[in-house]
T-cell receptor
Framework: DTGVSQDPRHKITKRGQNVTFRCDPI?????LYWYRQTLGQGPEFLTY????????KSRLLSDRFSAERPKGSFSTLEIQRTEQGDSAMYLC??????????????FGSGTQLSVL | DQQVKQNSPSLSVQEGRISILNCDYT??????FLWYKKYPAEGPTFLIS?????DKNEDGRFTVFLNKSAKHLSLHIVPSQPGDSAVYFC???????????FGAGTRLTVKP
């Protein structure tokens, strides 16, 4: 399967703990995006990488969130000191070109985070 | 700021009939619009798109219409099939931004 893969699929954690999610994009895609989706809402943009460079961050991404994409391949999203409001589906997507040139995003199946 | 709105959270149609899903946007800088379909426990998958230079794009049973003056787009599915039952997201992007904005989604149920 050469689609976008995310790990883990589900994560249950206690408030205050740190969690880390991984995303492996489609291999030839140089752009990688993180989105968050809560119940009844559409995906909300969090951050975007072009190769290893993090080029844009949403104001939704508080200081407790950090994303990396070493070597421009897989990416990790870490949430420190989790809060109950962080409970959501975290989606990773990749694309081969700039969105402004009408490229579509390919999404992974997401990581469902539950903070107790 | 909700720049892409899907005002109908759900829609139910009979198999074989037409499904019409609607989407409104507020940002006049958007020039590329997409529809994604999402099944439970899966990520959204691309369905169909339209550039602002067009007012219609067709792909098999799926047609997207764009009315720029009204800042409105719609997705028509004809004929609807039970396998089309899913949540449909409208999305939009513009030349000067790197993120894609999504509506809240419409849950379509196609009854056999």
């Amino acid at each position: 399967d050469t689609g976008v893969s995310q790990d883990p699929r589900h994560k249950i954690t206690k408030r205050g703990q740190n969690v880390t999610f991984r995303c492996d994009p489609i291999s030839e895609h140089n752009r990688l995006y993180w989105y968050r989706q809560t119940l009844g809402q559409g995906p909300e943009f969090l951050t975007y990488f072009q190769n290893e460079a993090q080029l844009e961050k949403s104001r939704l991404l508080s200081d407790r969130f950090s994303a990396e994409r070493p070597k421009g391949s897989f990416s990790t999203l870490e949430i420190q000191r989790t809060e109950q409001g962080d409970s959501a589906m975290y989606l990773c997507a990749s694309s081969s070109g700039r969105i402004a040139t009408n490229e579509k995003l390919f999404f992974g199946s997401g990581t469902q985070l539950s903070v107790l | 700021d909700q720049q892409v709105k899907q005002n109908s959270p759900s829609l139910s149609v009979q198999e074989g009939r037409i499904s019409i899903l609607n989407c409104d946007y507020t940002n006049s800088m958007f020039d590329y619009f997409l529809w994604y379909k999402k099944y439970p426990a899966e990520g959204p998958t691309f369905l169909i798109s339209i550039s602002s230079i067009k007012d219609k794009n067709e792909d098999g049973r799926f047609t997207v219409f764009l009315n720029k003056s009204a800042k409105h787009l719609s997705l028509h599915i004809v004929p609807s099939q039970p396998g089309d039952s899913a949540v449909y997201f409208c999305a939009a992007s513009g030349y000067n931004n790197n993120d894609m904005r999504f509506g809240a989604g419409t849950r379509l149920t196609v009854k056999p």
